[in-house]
């Protein structure tokens, strides 16, 4: 049994005629401390399944487990605490508070989560020590990027789900931030799921996930990850 | 053409689905319109309703324009008042107080004895027939009165004055214009008090002592005063400004004719502010979809008459819905409550007032100007660029934070929240603002309650000492025969009669109240303190003064009734009383003049004992007992009658309220969702977000409403200025109980509402808030 297991799971969106179904008895595992990277065409359903695995979201049908928790029989308090235990989330567009810092949009998950850690600390262990002050707008991109990681990480979460981290940045930022959660994978020991179009990417992860229209079509377990600086871009 | 067509079609369609999909808000601006002016649609018919059903009334009877006092005038009188240029009539009449001993020892009836066929202050009648000139047994009789006693046409009635009287047949129950109001005193009591119509032949002995005079139209009436003044110098000339009837039902008028203009002015203002916002965030949220058509090859003429429709259909369906339902409903409601304890005869709908229209046309033309403001803004910007989302607003410290002691000791929720607010100035100002208004109106509504009883509060149980008035006839004996005669702890007499005052700028019949100088049962002065009386003059009333423009040291002229001469005075002091417009002079002054002697119009007594108090009730020339505490309750009942058209107020702005909040939060949640959202995902629990909406709310509340507290009490004391009466000064008084109780009102209810907004919090889906970047 895998750490992480999705068991048949599905996911419809709409009834009827319209109903779309955005994944489609989706079956995998994910062992823990693994980076694994969720590749896939547009509309293939990695962000829906990130979302189920992450509590954002209801299942249709079928059953996701984390360690011993099984996600999917859980109410709406229940995948609150979950999220706000176990998960990080890592957005394409950051998702900081525009009218806090930095540091307090770090302090933000702190605020949640009991086992925290300090968020000056963890802002420095992404290379942000200088910026604690500055306001999202007054940050760049990739910048913003890292307080988001950061945030996440804050939470001491098990697990980190990360939606196309560097869709919005450029290659040498979007590497910037990829080094960056090789290293938390390594260091924290956390299970780290990364979406992404660029099959480049993909030959960081430990274990490689391919989707295709709701359902998944390949999953390995790639036994010699390329380190980020040696990826051709 | 053909595409033309199609396009337009296309454009009509997105505007109505654009309608559909923000439903709450083009509701709110079509309700915000609506309520606007519906107000002011609402109490301007109303005023308007009783001011044309009353003059109607008063054009019918033929109302005069002069009601002429003069004991014993003769024939010769009468055609030179004829004769003087701009009269058109006049008629002459005994005017006398007649008791109906067999409606009740205290029943009377102000009888108006008709030298010839009443061509003036012609009575409406009702049930039964006009007078004839020649019936000489026939009566018209109030028919409130007979309504109270069960008198019927047919029935007879006794009047006596003194030791005469006369029995009538009743011929007709009628109304009569210059009786609009009966009342001896404050409050009408059909019981105790009517009038009734007779020939002057029926009463033959009697002199004539009125002359009743109409003017030709367009005429000064003024100027016309001053000429017959001069012509009959002892007469005491009442016009229609100074006739206490006339003049108490057009100051009613007026009274509602300026709540109209404060109030809704208010609402339509606070319409007007949250129309603009919603305007400007739809307007703004079409940003790209501008960019889309733009790109399209929309010419700009089209889009901008496309985006002016967002702001025409709502705002001219909310503010002609409003209109024409307040228009035709709330006159209806409130004419009754207006009317109050005025009899006319007909309500008589007024047509819809220019101003009604005008606040339609101000509300629509507003919307548009705000709608076009905003549009503007975004059309300069290239195609391009509005189809890029605009950056989001940064956010940056707050002056708090230089105060580091103090915003070290926050904690977290509250800094988010303090930053919050802080970046959404505009937003957060206009809620401020909405609550500001919310607590402000209701503190004036409620204040003016406060003020009222406090004003009138102050008279009858703080410059009124005694505890029981008796009015004498005049048939009375001297102050000292009851002083030896009455078994109270104290009696004083004050001796009141109409006279004319004359000065610079005018004249006016007002009340004179001649006092003993050393009384002490009146507490003129300050903060009811006793205070002697003038010694070398007079005093006025503060309304008196108010009225008049007299003050401290001007000189004016006292006519009597019936004298020739006037008599020079010199203001002394202006007493600060607040009901009456009264003239006081001290007993030693009066007696310097030799007038006459002094003769109690009224005995003022002090804990009398119950023996004594019958005692004047057998005895024959006392009229009418009056009890200031009575006489507190009958002004109240009054006031609170006219002032029930405030709870309209409450209503109003208890309604604007409601809309304002409920508006303002759904725009913040809907521009804070993917704030809200990101908390989701982080882990906070839904109490937590919503505990976080709360706070946030209370503080933008507790700001708002406290920031309305001085406003409120201002908007009091010009609404008191705007409606106050011809006999009482009302002096703005607000309670710390009303400030507490309007700003807990006006909290309560904000908290409810943003309470309603943060269940969305519940339904608010994380995946779809976070998807893309709006
Ligand atoms: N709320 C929704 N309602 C209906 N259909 C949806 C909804 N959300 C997603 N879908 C559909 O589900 C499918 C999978 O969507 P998903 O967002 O998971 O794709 P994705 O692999 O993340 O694509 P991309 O790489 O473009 O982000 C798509 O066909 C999409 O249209
Ligand atoms: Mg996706």
Redesign the pocket.
Known sequence: MSYITFDQVS?V??TGE?A????DQVTFGIEQGELCVVL????????????LLGGMDKATGGTIRVGDKTITGMRSPQLTDYRRLDVGFVFQFYNLMPNLTALENVELARQVSPKALEPADVLAQVGLAHRLNNFPAQLSGGEQQRVSIARALCKNPALLLC??PTGALDSKTGAQVLELLTRVCKEYKTTVVI?T?NASIAQMGNRIIR?RS?TVVENTVNDHPVKVEDIAW | MVNTQRGRGALTRKLFRDMHRSAMQFVAIVLLCALGTWVFSGLEGTWRMLEVSAETYFAQANLADFWINLPGATKADVDNVRNQPGVLDVQSRYTAEFDTPDYGEDASLKVLAYADAARINVPLVRTGAALTQDDLRGILLDEEFAKAHGIRVGDTLKLRQNTLTRVFTVRALVLSAEQVITAKDVMPDPLAYGYAIVNKAALNGFPVNELIVTLQPGVDAAQAEARIQALLPQALIITQETHPVVQRMRSEVTMFRNMTYVFPVLAFAVAAMIVLTTLTRMIENQRSQIGTLKALGYGPNRIRTHYVNYAFVPSLGGALLGQLVGHYTLPDMLYAMEVNHFIIPERIRPPIAFTEWGMTALMVALSIFICLAAYRRAEKEEAAALLRPKPPKAGSRVLLERWKGFWGKLNFNTKMIVRGVARNKGRTAVAMVGLLCCNALIICAMGLQDSMQASVGDYYRGTVGYSLRADLDTDAGTLESYQNRVDAQAVEGVMETQVSLRYAGGSRAVLMSVLSDGQQLMRLGANNALIALPTDGIAISRKLSEVTGLATGDSVAIWLPGDDTGIPMTIRAVYPVNIGQTVYMGKAVWDGLRKGAFTPTGLLLESPTALAVHQLEQAREVAAFKDPEAQYTLTMSVLDSTTAVFSLMYAAALGLAFVICYNMGLINFTERTRDYATLKVLGYHQKEIRGLMMWENNIVTLIGAGLGIVPGILLTRVVLDAIGSESTVFIANVTFVTILTATAITSVFSVLIEWMITRKVRTL?M??AL?SVE
């Open positions: 996911k969106y709409g319209t779309v179904r955005a994944a896939g065409p547009s509309g293939a359903g990695k962000t829906t399944v990130l979302n939606d196309e979406i179009h989707m709701g | 889906d995946v779809e998807k």
